[in-house]
């Protein structure tokens, strides 16, 4: 038997001095440790207001605005010869649709006559069989011939009628009607009539035979050619189309208020206005020809209110040049798109600019003498290629600004650091102009 001892009971003092539950330990030291960082972070960000709120307050400086760096052009004005640019494509002045009056097989054909191919006035394009054509020339001779003789023979029977009528004319008493028959005289009538009929199948026979030799009636370049030898044509078959090469016409459309610049009198082509007719090649070659305006046709176009004018080109392909050394270069073709400078008249007082100094809405900018940017519309008169004319606008010591700005504000500073030219001449507006005498 196994004896158990229990342990003798504990007094009050006992109780009150035992130590904690390990629970209520582990959670007191966990709130220690969540509380103790929150408790550094807010002293910090205090202390950090506290710096924040007593450090004095930096005194503001005001920026002055830096100056902008702008090339600029020196322009002063002048008189200027105010052009009218229009564009146009190059037609024939003359074109011509051939086509045989006579029937037949064609024998011969120019070698020239082939698209492309330049025939002189004069020259044989084609012929028909003429065989048939020569004898009827032959017969028709013939019935000339017929008709000749059967006269001579009416007026010796009309001389015999004659003195047969006047032996007896005093007995026998006959009306005046009876009295011509008597003599003869309708039928030597329709003996003349049957010679002059004659006459004229022969001079037809002789027009068709004519006609079997097809000639050029000008100088002219071949469009299309439709014909071939031992071919059989008639008066209505389309034998080929030619273009005169003496002159080219170019239709353009100009502004009904430019009309008055134009000089047009179809009666003196003489004093007509002057035109440049230029074709860019693409490759920084053009073709340039002179021209004269022909005349102002009576028609505006339909979608654009424009009027048409023609300008006429003289020797577009150059083929009048009496040596190589004179030929004008290359040729201006057929259906070419060009651009048409039609001098109009002198104004004063007019200032050559680049199209890139224009701005939006016209405006120019200007650098003034203080150094500050001033904004100014342009007045255009006359636009070009590269460059404007519009009316003087700048005052003394003012130039234009040709550089870019991102944001121009009228005033703001400007500092030039180049200028185009020199007082009194524009560089970029002479090149250019001279270019175009030149031209």
Do not use: C
Not at 84 to 109: D, M, N, S, W
């Amino acid at each position: 038997m196994t004896l158990e001892s229990n342990p003798p009971p504990m007094n009050d003092a006992q109780k009150t001095t035992s130590p904690p539950p390990p629970r209520v330990i582990r959670a007191t030291i966990a709130l220690i440790r969540l509380a103790l960082p929150l408790l550094v972070m807010g002293i910090a960000i205090l202390g950090a207001m506290y710096l924040l709120q007593s450090r004095p307050a930096a005194a503001r400086i005001e920026a002055e605005p830096r100056a902008a760096l702008v090339e600029t052009i020196f322009a002063s004005p002048g008189t200027e010869i105010a052009e009218i640019i229009a564009y146009g494509t190059v037609e024939p002045h003359r074109e011509l649709l051939l086509q045989p009056q006579v029937g037949g097989q064609i024998v011969r054909i120019n070698e020239d006559l082939r698209s492309g191919g330049r025939i002189p006035a004069g020259e044989m394009l084609f012929m028909i069989d003429p065989r048939d054509y020569e004898i009827a020339m032959i017969q028709r001779e013939a019935e000339v011939a017929n008709a000749a003789v059967a006269l001579q023979l009416e007026e010796a029977r009309g001389d015999v009628a004659q003195r047969e009528w006047e032996l007896l004319r005093d007995s026998i008493k006959v009306s005046d009607q009876n009295e011509g028959l008597a003599l003869r005289g309708p039928q030597k009538i329709e003996k003349e009539a049957a010679l002059a009929a004659a006459r004229g199948r022969l001079e037809k026979a002789e027009l068709d035979l004519e006609r079997t030799t097809i000639t050029a009636p000008f100088n002219g370049i071949v469009l299309a050619d439709d014909i071939e030898i031992g071919q059989v044509v008639s008066p209505q078959t389309r034998a080929a189309t030619i273009a005169g090469t003496d002159r080219f016409d170019v239709m353009v459309s100009v502004p009904l208020d430019k009309l008055e610049w134009i000089r047009a009198n179809p009666g003196d082509p003489s004093g007509n206005s002057n035109a440049r007719i230029i074709q860019e090649l693409g490759d920084g070659r053009s073709v340039v020809r002179r021209g004269r305006v022909d005349r102002i046709v009576g028609e505006v176009e339909r979608s654009g209110r424009l009027a048409k004018v023609r300008v006429l080109v003289e020797d577009p392909l150059g083929l009048e040049a009496s040596d190589e050394a004179s030929r004008p270069g290359l040729p201006l073709l057929l259906g070419s798109y060009v651009r048409v400078e039609i001098d109009g008249p002198s104004f004063e007082d007019l200032v050559e600019l680049p199209r890139s100094v224009i701005r939006d809405n016209g405006n120019v900018w200007i650098y003034a003498p203080d150094g500050r940017l001033r904004i100014r519309p342009a007045k255009i008169i006359v636009g070009r290629p590269d460059t404007v004319l519009v009316e003087a606008f700048l005052l003394p010591g003012e130039e234009i600004v040709a550089s870019p700005l991102p944001s121009a504000l009228p005033g703001m500073p400007l500092e030039r650091i180049g200028a185009v030219g020199r007082p009194g001449l524009n560089t970029e507006a002479s090149e250019t102009a001279a270019d175009r005498g030149d031209a």
